[in-house]
Nanobody, 122 residues
Framework: VQLQASGGGLVQAGGSARLSCAAS????????MGWFRQPPGKEREFVAAVSRSGALTYYTNSAKGRFTISRDNAKNMVFLQMNSLKPEDTAVYYC????????????????WGQGTLVTVSS
């Protein structure tokens, strides 16, 4: 599976950004998909995940109410809409795919994209 994340860049605090992740190499609709991020100097952490059908979504507390994860199985893509961005959202954002399940555990994901940097200026 290849995952290609895009959409990062420099955003002002309070602004929005939309990340996209294009998948290839496996049947996309069979993959649980997640977004993780790694702030500068910190560990990679869970942000959001979406089930195979898109019916179920999961968020870390800091993302609830501000971020929305979605997927388009016809286009083999997953998205992360981020609103009301804060400087502490600055991180490299990674999309990941899980063949068996979907959830917040980083070590359960089988495939990872290369990451896209989001910088939120104050």
């Amino acid at each position: 599976v290849q995952l290609q994340a895009s959409g990062g860049g420099l955003v002002q605090a309070g602004g929005s950004a939309r990340l996209s992740c294009a998948a290839s190499g496996l049947t996309f609709s069979r993959l649980g998909m997640g977004w993780f991020r790694q702030p500068p100097g910190k560990e990679r952490e869970f942000v959001a995940a979406v089930s195979r059908s898109g019916a179920l979504t999961y968020y870390t507390n800091s993302a609830k109410g501000r971020f929305t994860i979605s997927r388009d199985n016809a286009k083999n893509m997953v998205f992360l809409q981020m609103n009301s961005l804060k400087p502490e959202d600055t991180a490299v954002y990674y999309c990941a795919a899980d063949e068996l399940r979907v959830g917040p555990r980083l070590d359960e994901y089988d495939y990872w994209g290369q990451g896209t940097l989001v910088t939120v200026s104050s």
